[in-house]
């Protein structure tokens, strides 16, 4: 399996525990079961399903549900377990991957052995990685922007998506007017919100107290940070022009993806990996920390997984990889960038610790090719001036990272073990400490990019 192939990654807020898609096996028919981001299920009665393919399964869904045709490149089938996830390509055969599942997890995974013999993957139809966010602003399809929602608000709730505090009740107020309706002070809804505030926020914003209720009613206590500001925002939240109910649904679920296209790896792959700790203390202990690796169109990603701040982030244009093999060493995927070490512009290189690093690689080059490619669509789609609304200009390609001091989005180096080198004349000298390495031709062109390269020469300094 590679980029081009699928798409493989660490489990999320989709995961469920051990349930199958697949509920009967007969001699000429079978019950299929795909789930959606909501959880709901849409049962199928395929005929052969062994010999069943991902293109025809993803069709035979489109239709239950009555989707556009905007669905088939906005979606794509997955197999989910809580030990893995992998996005299938049209011509996977669901059936025949899900039988050698516990070949892919003893491959891509560090499980222990017993969990790999418990564990069964589920069918899903969720957002395609490859799904540009520019087309996504295209769509006006309710069913289908209700889907893509659904999903971004699952991957907020469950931290996968670091956010801002702030970010998060902006977000949290109009899942608050899509499940509770419009703000009314005084009214019943003002309960369900505080008995749900973990469906409106993430769960370390959800410090539960009297202020909320307080607040609602006006008796003058102080609600906690996230619920005041949930309970703002949700004050602030405009409605849509006609007032009717369905439309203004389809004006907050358009409002949300736009917010969420702010978060620099929305719609992302995430994997599973380690990093190297900084030394620290008197006998420079370091360690390693578990983090995710986000993949997306844009960039790369890497997130602490315990805090759910990011440690690293990369647009294509600022790095170059590669990926070493187990049969080579351990399984490390590898990013080099420019930085500077006390002042000194080096290149510096991240080791990621993964047994997915290959998958990953994979996917970073399939990524920087379909945006070579589909470039030209882009540009010409701007200069015609083709509209993503009746009179409106054409979407911007990509948002501007948010820049919030301390923003959770921000990279944090000061978090990272990096190796960093520098160019000395016709020499490249690792600033410290010593150590040899090849450095990596793999990288966006540099006619289109900002990253300074440091080319390999015959005088590579022996560590």
Not at 227 to 243: I, R, S, T
Request: with cysteine.
């Amino acid at each position: 399996m590679d980029g081009t192939e699928g798409t493989a990654g660490q489990p999320g807020p989709a995961e469920r525990s051990h349930r199958s898609s697949v509920s009967s096996v007969g001699a000429r028919a079978a019950d299929v079961l795909v789930y959606l981001a909501d959880d709901t299920v849409v049962p199928l009665a395929v005929e052969n399903l062994p010999s069943l393919s991902a293109h025809e399964l993803h069709r035979a869904v489109r239709e239950v549900l009555q989707l556009p045709d905007i669905a088939l490149d906005a979606f794509a089938l997955w197999l989910v377990s809580p030990l893995l996830e992998v996005q299938l390509k049209p011509k996977h055969q669901p059936y025949k991957l899900g039988r050698q599942w516990p070949e892919l997890l003893l491959r891509f995974t560090d499980a222990p052995d017993d969990d790999v013999a418990m564990d069964e993957p589920s069918l899903q139809f969720r957002r395609n990685v490859f799904f540009p966010k520019r087309r996504e602003l295209q769509i006006h399809d309710e069913e289908v922007l209700r889907l893509l929602y659904e999903e971004a608000k699952g991957n907020v709730l469950a931290a996968r998506y670091p956010c801002d505090v702030e970010d998060c009740e902006t977000l949290g107020a109009l899942v608050c007017r899509v499940q509770l309706g419009p703000y009314q002070p005084g009214q019943p809804t003002a309960c369900a919100l505080r008995e749900k505030l973990d469906s409106f926020l993430p769960a370390h914003l959800c410090k539960r107290g009297h202020g909320l209720f307080a607040a609602l009613r006006g008796r003058g206590a102080k609600a906690g940070t996230g619920e005041q500001g949930l309970l703002n925002a949700y004050c602030k939240v405009k409605e849509a022009g006609d007032g009717e109910h369905g439309a203004s649904l389809s004006t907050h679920y358009r409002a949300y993806l736009l917010k969420s296209h702010e978060l620099p790896f929305y719609g992302c792959a995430f994997f599973h990996g380690e990093v190297d700790k900084p030394a620290q203390g008197f006998l420079h202990r370091g360690g390693r920390k578990p983090v995710a690796v986000a993949i997306s169109l844009e960039g790369v990603h890497v997130i602490d997984s315990r805090e759910k701040h990011v440690l690293l982030g990369l647009r294509f244009q600022e790095l170059s990889w590669d990926h070493t093999s187990p049969e080579e060493e351990e399984s490390v995927l590898w990013l080099e960038f420019d930085g500077d070490n006390e002042g000194t512009p080096v290149n510096k290189l991240l080791k990621i610790y993964s047994k997915q690093a290959e998958l990953m690689s994979s996917l970073i080059e399939y990524c920087i090719e379909l945006n070579q490619t589909s470039e030209p669509a882009a540009s010409q789609e701007n200069v015609s001036g083709t509209p993503s609304a009746a009179g409106a200009p054409p979407p911007p390609i990509q948002r501007p990272q948010l820049r919030r001091q301390g923003s959770v989005v921000c990279s944090r180096l000061q978090h990272l073990s990096t190796i960093d080198y520098v160019e000395e004349g016709q020499q490249i000298k690792r600033v410290k400490p010593k150590r040899t390495t090849s450095f990596f031709s793999r990288q966006l062109s540099m006619g289109q990019g900002s990253y300074t390269v440091v080319q390999p020469t015959d005088s590579l300094e022996q560590g």
